[in-house]
């Protein structure tokens, strides 16, 4: 059997384990300069650099998509359905465009839609139009 | 030549390298209290109290937009413009509301896709049509 030699570590030769909290998670990695090494259960957290703040945050360290983040760049185009459109609470603004291949509110002149001047429909068994004029 | 004394590690005051695996990254940072060393080519995943379940979803570590997370908060006003709206699959409801210089559709010839009530205005004569049967 061969002889075998073992070198001894002396204590400043080796790593002792850190009492400090682990560094948050950056956006450049880095080998640090501690002497001590972290131990295998410590937690990072997400640092404050990891997310740009504009369109995600972190709120008591979980992210989350900042209010008023999405912007008209965030939106695909068509990514908008009738289905996330819900009933007006405004006015939407044409700005002149066209309402193409749009339909006239279906009702009857016996049960017509709630008056307000200017709203028009389309009386389902006559066919005629009708447009409100005044609003008792 | 100086004397130099050199102090021995013994097992039980240096840091052995764990085979455990890493934790989750969490919202709180801290230490740990393992008595073994993370290896320098460690990983660790985003757990999943890093989002906060609204907007983001932690699916095994992989963050994606949570289906149905951008609500009307995260919206910015004004993002949603025309280009983000596809061709509607259901009827708009203007809710009273009044549709801001609008423009009927312009056509030369009278819709394809002739539904009751449609709307359009001749380009030629400059008159207005509604279509009051659709049947052949």
């Given at each position: 059997m061969a002889d075998t030699w073992?070198?001894?570590?002396?204590?400043?030769?080796?790593?002792?384990?850190?009492?400090?909290?682990?560094?948050?998670?950056?956006?450049?990695?880095?080998?640090?300069?501690?002497?001590?090494?972290?131990?295998?259960?410590?937690?990072?957290?997400?640092?404050?650099?990891?997310?740009?703040?504009?369109?995600?945050?972190?709120?008591?360290?979980?992210?989350?998509?900042?209010?008023?983040?999405?912007?008209?760049?965030?939106?695909?185009?068509?990514?908008?359905?009738?289905?996330?459109?819900?009933?007006?609470?405004?006015n939407l603004d044409f700005a002149g465009q066209e309402a193409q291949e749009m339909v006239v509110h279906q009702a009857t002149i016996g049960s017509p839609p709630t008056g307000v001047v200017g709203k028009w429909f389309q009386d389902s068994a006559t066919k005629k139009l009708y447009v409100c004029t005044a609003k008792s | 030549m100086a004397v130099i004394w050199k102090e021995i590690a013994f097992v039980q005051d240096v840091a052995l390298l764990s085979a455990q695996t890493a934790h989750d990254i969490g919202t709180t940072a801290a230490a740990g209290v393992a008595t073994d060393a993370s290896k320098h080519d460690h990983v660790h995943?985003?757990?999943?109290?890093?989002?906060?379940?609204?907007?983001?979803?932690?699916?095994?570590?992989?963050?994606?937009?949570?289906?149905?997370?951008?609500?009307?908060?995260?919206?910015?006003?004004?993002?949603?413009?025309?280009?983000?709206?596809?061709?509607?699959?259901?009827?708009?409801?203007?809710?009273?509301?009044?549709?801001?210089?609008?423009?009927?559709?312009?056509?030369?010839?009278a819709p394809t896709t002739p539904v009751v009530g449609k709307l359009w205005h001749d380009s030629d004569d400059q008159k207005l049509y509604i279509c009051t049967s659709s049947s052949a």
């Open positions: 073992k070198e001894v570590a002396f204590v400043d030769d080796v790593a002792s384990l850190s009492e400090y909290t682990a560094h948050d998670i950056g956006t450049e990695a880095a080998a640090g300069e501690a002497v001590d090494a972290s131990r295998h259960d410590h937690v990072h957290i997400l640092g404050s650099g990891t997310v740009d703040g504009t369109s995600i945050e972190l709120n008591a360290n979980a992210l989350r998509v900042v209010a008023d983040g999405v912007t008209e760049a965030n939106i695909h185009d068509d990514a908008v359905g009738s289905e996330h459109i819900e009933a007006l609470s405004a | 995943v985003l757990g999943a109290a890093c989002v906060d379940n609204s907007t983001i979803a932690n699916t095994a570590g992989v963050l994606s937009i949570k289906a149905d997370g951008i609500g009307a908060a995260q919206i910015a006003d004004d993002a949603v413009g025309s280009e983000h709206i596809e061709a509607l699959s259901a009827a708009l409801d203007f809710a009273g509301y009044q549709s801001l210089d609008m423009v009927i559709h312009q056509k030369s010839t």
